[in-house]
Every structure is written in structure tokens, then in C-alpha cells.
């Protein structure tokens, strides 16, 4: 299997997939999207992504796929490497509520502290501070929950890494990296799990750009 990736090198989604794609040892091809002009508002880019976001994919045989998850997902079932999704019934369980975590408790809170601390100032627009103050209390709240999982298991499935830790990555950096967020030396677990998952050549491959 090989693809093409459609997407921005900046982009967190983008940058998801081609980590699960290194992950997997699946060849791809970036095709650039330029969004500093709004190719991604622009009809021939609307015919495979309807929502005008990217990334998405185009297979050698013409399948196409959007939503960065589902395309991690889908590049499971190809290439070689770790299983990502467990396949018996109380391990897969375990792993969607894992996944659950990701994409409910904590993606939309690491995306609006980033929006506000970093992309608001880069495009020269006010960061509202009232709102990221409760973003921030919100991300401390959750982290607790994080601490106390990690605690009792070595990934946030159980002992073995999956895609939903591994989806923590692009927005991870983000806050815990570049912000400095998250307090990890006082959650050792939370720690010991982002030094495990960030230090995987996968990501070590993709995290500066695809
Ligand atoms: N749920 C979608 C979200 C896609 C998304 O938000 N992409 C961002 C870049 S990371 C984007 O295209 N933003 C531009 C916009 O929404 O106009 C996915 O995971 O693929």
C-alpha cells in the first residue's frame, strides 16, 4: 500500500497521520495543500475534503479517506510494526474508551490553548485570556484523570501502546512541549508516558513537519 498525503506540514492532523503511516512503515507521498492562500476553501480541494480542513488521502487505486483518525485506523490494517488496535473484545473496548479520552477529554482542550496562545498571536489577533484561563483550569482538571490512569497501567489502553496514546502526539507537543504546560514534573506517570510516546522514532520522524 502507498498514498498520497494532502495536507499542510504545520498541521497537527496532517502531522497524525503521517505518524501513524512511519508507525506502520507505509510509504507516502506529501502533496502539499497551501492554506496561507485558502487552497483548502477552493472547490477542486472541496471534492475530497467537504469540510475544507485536511488532511485526507488518496490510495494508488483511487480510495480516498478524510479525518485524520480514520485514516490512522485504516493505515493499521496495512504495512508492518505494532497492532495499534487490539482485536480481543475487552482489550478493543479498552482501547476505545482510550480513544474516547483522546479525541473527547482532551483534543478540544489542547486545541483551544494552542488556538489562543499560539496561532491568535501569530496572526496578529488578541488571545482572549478569560477564556484560555478556563482552558488552562479545564487542562489541569483533565491531566489528573490522565495521572491517575497512568498510574495503574503503562499506556492509556493498558500495557500496550495503541493509537489512541499515539494520537495524543501532534496536539501534545504543543501544550506540554512548546507551552511547557501540564506540570509533568509533579505528574510523574504523566511523565514517564510523554517521554515514552514522544521518543518513538514515528513521531521523532514527523514532529518538526511531514
Ligand atoms: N477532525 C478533522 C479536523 C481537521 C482539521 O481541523 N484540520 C485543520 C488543520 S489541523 C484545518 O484544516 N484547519 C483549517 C480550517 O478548519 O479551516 C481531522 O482530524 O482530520
Known sequence: MAFKLHGS????CTRRVALIAKERNIPYEFIPVNMSVAEHKQPPHLQHQPFGQVPFIVQEDGFELFESRAIGRYLTTFGSGPQLIPTEPKAYAKFEQAAGIEYAQFDPIAAGITV???????????????HLEGLIAQFESKLNGYEAILGKQKYLAGDEVTLADLYHLPYGKWVFVDLGLGDLDKRPNLKRWWNDISSRPSWQAVKDGV
Not at 506540514?9 to 497537527?12: I, K
Open 9 to 12: 506540514t504545520g498541521s497537527t
Open 116 to 130: 489562543e496562545k499560539i496561532f491568535k498571536p501569530r496572526y496578529g489577533q488578541a488571545t482572549n485570556e478569560k
